[in-house]
């Protein structure tokens, strides 16, 4: 069975860093992309960017360049969603998932990340 | 980036009654282009691929149609479970993409 289980929730103060995770298990890690969705507080999906475990090319959104990074390491099957200086309306649901046949067919269950003074 | 607009914002519909949900590329997408329902507190779930294409286990009372700019979502008659959030999302230049902002379907 394909399950992608993500960390658990996480708050946090304006500045700090942070690195959320998503196990995958039941395929092949190495052969699919993964990918990361932003959901803000009663708001829409936004596509953040995406990484193929196998070689690590990632690609981001541009509304996500430069403010997050995607890795993952392949040896323990877990893909990484991290920022190095959160901001208050980085405050939102965040959610991996795998893609079978280039869409997203598999959802981690979210993290929730609060950041507030 | 292409832009995908949904339409409408919400949706209010009884069950039995049928449900038509439009999604809107800025630019040619072919037919890279997916549905994912979302009901509260929980996350996505893969409804239809490749505009018309109905994912594992999803009834066939789901049905996506539409290329190039335009594609419909149908919910051909509305079960209670139905009501929920639905998103279109495009992967004509993948592995990048977008989704739509969402149509909220409501019980009328």
């Known amino acids: 069975e394909v399950q992608l289980v993500q960390s658990g929730a996480e708050v946090k103060k304006p500045g700090e860093s942070l690195k959320i995770s998503c196990k995958g298990s039941?395929?092949?890690?190495?052969?699919?992309?993964i990918g990361w969705v932003r959901q803000m507080p009663g708001k829409g999906l936004e596509w953040m960017g995406i990484?193929?475990?196998?070689?690590?090319?990632?690609r981001y959104s541009p509304s996500f360049q430069g403010q997050v990074t995607i890795s993952a390491d392949k040896s323990i099957s877990t893909a990484y969603l991290q920022w190095s200086s959160l901001k208050a309306s980085d405050t939102a649901m965040y959610y991996c998932a795998l893609s079978g046949e280039n869409y997203f067919d598999y959802w981690g269950q979210g993290t929730l990340v609060t950041v507030s003074s | 980036e292409i832009v995908l607009t949904q339409s409408p914002a919400t949706l209010s519909l009884s069950p039995g009654e049928r449900a038509t949900l439009s999604c809107r590329a800025s630019?040619?997408?072919?037919?890279?282009l997916a549905w994912y329902q979302q009901k509260p507190g929980q996350a996505p779930r893969l409804l239809i691929y490749?505009?018309?294409n109905r994912a594992t286990g999803i009834p066939a009372r789901f049905s996506g149609s539409g290329s190039g700019t335009d594609f419909t979502l149908t919910i051909s008659s509305l079960e209670p479970e139905d009501f929920a959030v639905y998103y279109c999302?495009?992967?004509?230049?993948?592995?990048?993409?977008?989704f739509g902002q969402g149509t909220k379907l409501e019980i009328k």
């Open positions: 039941g395929y092949s890690f190495t052969s699919y992309w």
């Open positions: 490749d505009a018309s």
């Open positions: 999302q495009q992967r004509s230049n993948w592995p990048s993409g977008t």
């Open positions: 630019q040619s997408v072919s037919s890279y």
């Open positions: 990484i193929y475990p196998g070689d690590s090319d990632t």
